[in-house]
């Protein structure tokens, strides 16, 4: 089996910070790319980060000079650190993974189930 499981979501006050981990196990070789996605309430799921084995990088606008992501040297886990964090970036954050299956030497996509940031005072 293959898990993505995230950590390190909960309840901020505006300008304050938190850092998201993303970690990837089980049935999965060859991770290529790692990225976070937020969905906030009545709203679509949207892009927040991407990074690459490359150490490539993109960021929503919204996120940009605020947010930066990261990768262990493994590059089994995913790192977000999330500054001057606001009401806006309150959803749930997902994280998203590409890599080969040990069974079955597919690529496919998985994600995690999502941890919840809330930021309000």
């Known amino acids: 089996q293959v898990q993505l499981v995230e950590s390190g979501g909960g309840l901020v006050q505006p300008g304050g910070s938190l850092r998201l981990s993303c970690a990837a196990s089980?049935?999965?070789?060859?991770?290529?790319?790692m990225g976070w996605y937020r969905q906030a309430p009545g709203k679509q799921r949207e892009l927040v980060a991407v990074?690459?084995?490359?150490?490539?990088?993109t960021y929503a606008d919204s996120v940009k000079g605020r947010f930066t992501i990261s990768r262990d040297n493994a590059k089994t886990t995913a790192y977000l650190q999330m500054n001057s964090l606001q009401p806006e970036d309150t959803a749930v954050y997902s994280c998203?993974?590409?890599?080969?299956?040990?069974?079955?030497?597919?690529?496919?996509?998985?994600w995690g189930q999502g941890t919840q940031v809330t930021v309000s005072s």
């Open positions: 998203n993974a590409y890599g080969r299956s040990r069974l079955t030497g597919h690529v496919n996509s998985y």
């Open positions: 990074i690459t084995t490359g150490g490539n990088t």
């Open positions: 089980g049935s999965i070789s060859s991770i290529s790319v």
